[in-house]
């Protein structure tokens, strides 16, 4: 039995996330955040996993699109890291939420299963001089 995750299975976990996220399911979501998640937005608010699933639960966002490219994905036993790009068509509320972003995700395998365990996003602005 190996120890490590497969950069394949973290992949095809990241695309169940960011499907869940565009679907705005937080049944999904749920089952695929640790018990223990922190998400930091854009803006640098931390939201806990109970606050990161009401976005959802409460119809407060709705996403028109979310995409996810450019993952690289970095496996450390039974943790990943995985930076990436995001795009999204989104409403926070009444407010425009639409972006580019890069992320940060930590994956951890847990109870024979891989869990989101954070999540960091910051604003995908041009390289510098572009």
């Given at each position: 039995?190996?120890?490590?995750?497969?950069?394949?299975?973290?992949?095809?976990?990241?695309?169940?996330?960011?499907?869940?996220?565009?679907?705005?399911?937080?049944?999904?979501?749920?089952?695929?955040?640790?018990?223990?998640?922190?998400?930091?937005?854009?803006?640098?608010?931390?939201?806990?996993?109970?606050?990161?699933?009401?976005?959802?639960?409460?119809?407060?966002?709705?996403?028109?699109?979310?995409?996810?490219?450019?993952l690289r994905?970095?496996c450390y036993?039974?943790?990943?890291?995985?930076?990436?790009?995001?795009?999204?068509?989104?409403?926070?509320?009444?407010?425009?939420?639409?972006?580019?972003?890069?992320?940060?995700?930590?994956?951890?395998?847990?109870?024979?299963?891989?869990?989101l365990a954070?999540?960091?996003?910051?604003?995908?602005?041009?390289?510098?001089?572009?």
């Open positions: 039995m190996t120890t490590t995750l497969a950069e394949q299975a973290v992949a095809d976990f990241v695309q169940e996330w960011s499907t869940a996220e565009e679907r705005g399911d937080h049944r999904a979501l749920d089952d695929l955040l640790a018990k223990d998640f922190v998400g930091v937005g854009p803006r640098g608010f931390v939201r806990s996993r109970e606050e990161w699933l009401a976005r959802y639960s409460t119809g407060t966002v709705r996403n028109l699109s979310f995409a996810v490219s450019d994905i970095r036993g039974e943790t990943a890291v995985v930076v990436a790009a995001q795009t999204q068509r989104s409403v926070n509320g009444d407010a425009d939420a639409s972006g580019a972003f890069r992320f940060t995700l930590v994956v951890v395998r847990q109870d024979g299963r891989l869990q954070g999540l960091h996003l910051s604003p995908n602005a041009a390289p510098a001089g572009a």
